[in-house]
T-cell receptor, first 109, second 115 residues
């Protein structure tokens, strides 16, 4: 079993849709949770960072963590074509980041 | 702030040659830098952790004699792929520990193609 599982997609939605991206993890020791956005042939860019269960909102993005279920989510409201990218969840394991496979998102105009 | 650069952005080399990739933190000092490898449509896999002034710590399955890492200063780490082979072709990404211990800032990546 992988430490972090993420549906690779691809996921295609119309502009303006609400997007839900999810990861599950197996190790309850993970304490810090991150979402990165990666455009093609570029390095990942940190979008959201959280360390507690519950929701954290930043503009159109909301990160949700459910430690009891070992489940994290990223919601994107009013999705835009510029949101088209690969989204990776990452969990911190003692300073090392363990990444999910990434979900490829395409937002169609 | 928190900008990390990599050079070169893209390199093509012949099998058997060595390639050096630089990773620099431009506006902060990074005692720790990380090197990742990413194959197409796959996730980032940590190769090694580089600490300034000490030997790098390699992840299981990563050959330390093939992937030489040097962290000579607080703003520069280098990865040298020695005797490169076509199977080493990949996207190599570095990251540097940011001002917060719980975040890392990633470079733009280096695409290596070995012919």
């Amino acid at each position: 079993q992988k430490e972090v599982e993420q549906d690779p997609g691809p996921l295609s939605v119309p502009e303006g849709a609400i997007v839900s991206l999810n990861c599950t993890y197996s190790n309850s020791a993970f304490q810090y949770f991150m979402w990165y956005r990666q455009y093609s042939r570029k390095g990942p860019e940190l979008l959201m960072y959280t360390y507690s269960s519950g929701n954290k909102e930043d503009g159109r993005f909301t990160a949700q963590v459910d430690k009891s279920s070992k489940y994290i989510s990223l919601f994107i409201r009013d999705s835009q074509p510029s949101d088209s990218a690969t989204y990776l969840c990452a969990l911190d394991q003692g300073g090392k980041l363990i990444f999910g496979q990434g979900t490829e998102l395409s937002v169609k105009p | 702030g928190a900008v990390v650069s990599q050079h070169p952005s893209r390199v093509i080399c012949k099998s058997g040659t060595s390639v050096k990739i630089e990773c620099r933190s431009l506006d902060f000092q990074a005692t720790t830098m990380f090197w990742y490898r990413q194959f197409p449509k796959q996730s980032l896999m940590l190769m090694a952790t580089s600490n300034e002034g000490s030997k790098a710590t390699y992840e299981q399955g990563v050959e330390k004699d093939k992937f030489l890492i040097n962290h000579a200063s607080l703003t520069l780490s280098t990865l040298t792929v020695t005797s490169a082979h076509p199977e080493d072709s990949s996207f190599y990404i570095c990251s540097a520990g940011g001002p917060s211990a719980d975040t890392q800032y990633f470079g733009p990546g280096t695409r290596l193609t070995v012919l």
